[in-house]
């Protein structure tokens, strides 16, 4: 039955049109014709075919990976493709790779944080891959206390040379993407020290390996740190240990941006902010929420089209039995978690906005609204990725015993993503990042100061603790105005009862330590209130496609209900709701997944990925599961042979009561 697709009916009963459906979710029609096509360009590529990897040992995967990227950069080359174009290319290989690093956080660094003249001498290399560049921040004993690095960079007067030195075991780099096997250069972070006086971290552009044979240069001592989590999955990176042993380097690759050492050695700020490095922070945790609704999307495209397939139980007088789609157990599992990716991608969207905003406000010395598009920028990354880490198990849950198999394209997913919890900031670190920002803000409230961007809801406080939710039917947790009160009385009441407990203590530092567990959720409150307010904002765009905007209006309304089913007990307790209002809720969450329901396989469509980028049996387009779940047993290597390798040695003495003679 070759061509069969198993899921055309449920594609036949969409309420709305698809095509535009991938515009919104990508960005525009531009962007979706570019994504298409080399998405299409990648999967039809056999160097880059990706169905074999979690059963190669360590060495064969990177190897496989190296593979992979030297004909990846050969094809961008050949194909001449525009950086957008190489972008998409990167993407669609979907392999974890030293390239990540070198394109994702050694170019935009650089960039960031060098002087023109760095800019000039070190970009050309990186950009034509004549060098390959790491981040070697985190160490073995600090990672989120960046201030607390022990890496040690001395300036040499004598010969106008930086000395740097790995003085303890601790001190070790650990961690860096890259860095393992594959890297040249690293932007290795280091306490900057002249004239024994300790200036804090720095970074410095600083060679590791010859760039012709290699080999580590004289000092460093460099490789990878061992296998990670997972088959397959992150083990395609080479993170990497390194330590240096009177290691010099130019002064000049001192990154100079923000502060300079001179020849006499005097340290020297130079007439830049040191809040310019902000945004190359913004812009890496803006990549991080949009890569989150990219995975989530991909984990509820496999488990919604799988539960449309499988069929269990509800068979009457011998007929079909019922898709598991359909209980309602699976949609209130499943459900939101389509919401929530649709959710995170539209406030993916706006943070690139908020990024754009961010870098002319710098260039234009204006530094106002800097510390809420930080604190903004950390709680998302926090969010996201927590809630996109949880939802990627959630589907291989809803995918029964067949989500625990690797051709599932699940476990790989996981293993993939979790890292995203603890890199680019701890989660729970940068959640009390955000709650001190919210202290603060509410401090200043009395003051008359102005709440600015995410908080402005903040300076409505006098309102929001009044307030009153005025649900008195189903339908009127439909309307934006209720959900978006409701979210914004339950933030600004959490913030302003943890305001009131930390005032209760003489010393502040000792009260944020106390209270640090309801300072994380107040947090989570108030970014949860940016991804509703978010959608919201989204939903008044003019979006063109028939019954596209209904869609959208049916998910965020499920996003925001199915928080407020989740989170009950915060929005109860600060009385932005009371409990018949949330019974109401929830009857009203029942009725829009009854809506979503003949949608649902359309909605996953929509994210318009290949069977390749998929890398899901389960997941397939065409719905056409079970033979090849049964096709691919037969490729595993275990199955070569019929008798098992160690047959003769281990089974053949057990079953003839040999063993005592047989050499183990």
Request: proline share 4%; aromatic share 10%.
């Amino acid at each position: 039955m070759e061509g069969v697709d198993h899921l055309a009916h449920e594609r036949s009963k969409a309420q709305f049109d698809v095509d535009q459906m991938k515009v919104v979710w990508v960005g525009s029609r531009h962007a979706l014709q570019v994504s298409d096509r080399i998405a299409r360009l990648v999967a039809s590529d056999p160097v880059l075919r990706k169905d074999n990897r979690t059963m190669m040992t360590r060495k064969e995967l990177f190897k496989n990976t190296l593979r992979k990227a030297a004909h990846g950069w050969k094809r961008i080359n050949e194909l001449r493709l525009s950086e957008e174009e190489a972008s998409w290319f990167r993407h669609y290989v979907d392999q974890p790779a030293y390239t990540d690093l070198h394109w994702g956080m050694f170019v935009p660094f650089i960039k960031g944080s060098g002087t023109e003249e760095q800019q000039k001498k070190w970009l050309p290399l990186a950009y034509k891959m004549q060098i390959i560049g790491c981040y070697a921040q985190t160490e073995l004993g600090h990672g989120s206390n960046v201030q607390g690095l022990e890496t040690t960079a001395t300036f040499d007067p004598k010969t106008d040379e930086f000395v740097l030195n790995s003085p303890t075991l601790t001190s070790s780099k650990w961690w860096p993407g890259g860095l393992g096997k594959a890297a040249t250069h690293a932007v290795a972070f280091a306490r900057l020290i002249t004239d024994g006086k300790d200036h804090g971290v720095n970074g410095f552009i600083v060679q590791l390996r010859s760039l012709d044979d290699h080999l580590p240069l004289p000092g460093i001592t460099v490789g990878d740190i061992g296998m990670k989590f997972g088959n397959g999955a992150y083990n395609s990176m080479d993170n990497g240990v390194l330590r240096f042993d009177n290691v010099r380097i130019p002064r000049d690759q001192m990154l100079m941006r923000v502060a300079q050492v001179t020849r006499e050695g005097k340290y020297v700020q130079s007439n830049v902010p040191r809040q310019l490095l902000y945004g190359t922070m913004v812009f890496v945790r803006q990549t991080i929420v949009s890569d989150a609704s990219t995975a989530l999307s991909r984990a509820v495209c496999i488990a919604t089209r799988y539960s449309a397939v499988r069929r269990q139980f509800g068979s009457e007088n011998g007929g079909v039995e019922t898709q598991v789609i359909d209980y309602k157990t699976q949609q209130s599992r499943l459900f939101p978690l389509l919401a929530s990716a649709y959710a995170f991608r539209f406030v993916g969207e706006w943070l690139k906005w908020l990024y754009t905003d961010v870098t002319q406000k710098l260039q234009a010395n204006d530094f106002a609204t800097l510390p809420e598009a930080h604190a903004c920028t950390a709680g998302l990354k926090s969010l996201t990725t927590s809630a996109t880490a949880d939802a990627i198990e959630e589907c291989r849950k809803l995918c029964g015993g067949h989500g625990y198999l690797t051709n599932s394209g699940l476990p790989e997913l996981f293993a993939v993503y979790v890292p995203a919890c603890t890199y680019e900031g701890d989660n729970v670190v940068l959640l009390l990042q955000v709650a001190r920002f919210l202290m603060k803000t509410v401090s200043q409230l009395p003051s008359g100061k102005k709440p600015v961007g995410t908080t402005s809801y903040m300076g409505r406080a006098e309102h929001l603790i009044q307030c009153r939710c005025n649900v008195q039917k189903v339908e009127d947790w439909l309307k934006p105005s209720v959900i978006l009160e409701a979210f914004e009385a339950r933030a600004i009441r959490m913030s302003i009862a943890c305001a009131q407990d930390l005032s209760k203590f003489s010393n502040q530092e000792e009260g944020f330590a106390e209270l640090s567990s309801n300072l994380a959720e107040a947090a989570v409150a108030h970014c949860q209130l940016i991804v509703i307010s978010k959608f919201i904002e989204k939903l008044q765009q003019d979006i063109p496609g028939k019954g596209v905007k209904e869609q959208l209006q049916n998910l965020c309304n499920i996003y925001a209900l199915y928080i407020i089913h989740k989170h009950l007990g915060d929005f109860l307790s600060t009385g932005s709701i009371t409990a018949k209002q949330a019974s109401l809720a929830n009857e009203q969450l029942r009725s829009l997944y009854s809506k979503l329901r003949p949608n649902a396989i359309a909605l996953v469509d929509a994210f318009n990925y290949t069977d390749h980028y998929l890398g899901s049996v389960l997941g397939r387009y065409d719905g056409d599961v079970y033979p090849n779940l049964y096709a691919e047993a037969w490729k595993d290597p275990l199955n070569e042979s019929v008798v098992p390798d160690g047959y003769r040695e281990y089974i053949q003495p057990l079953l003839k009561n040999q063993l005592r003679n047989a050499r183990l």
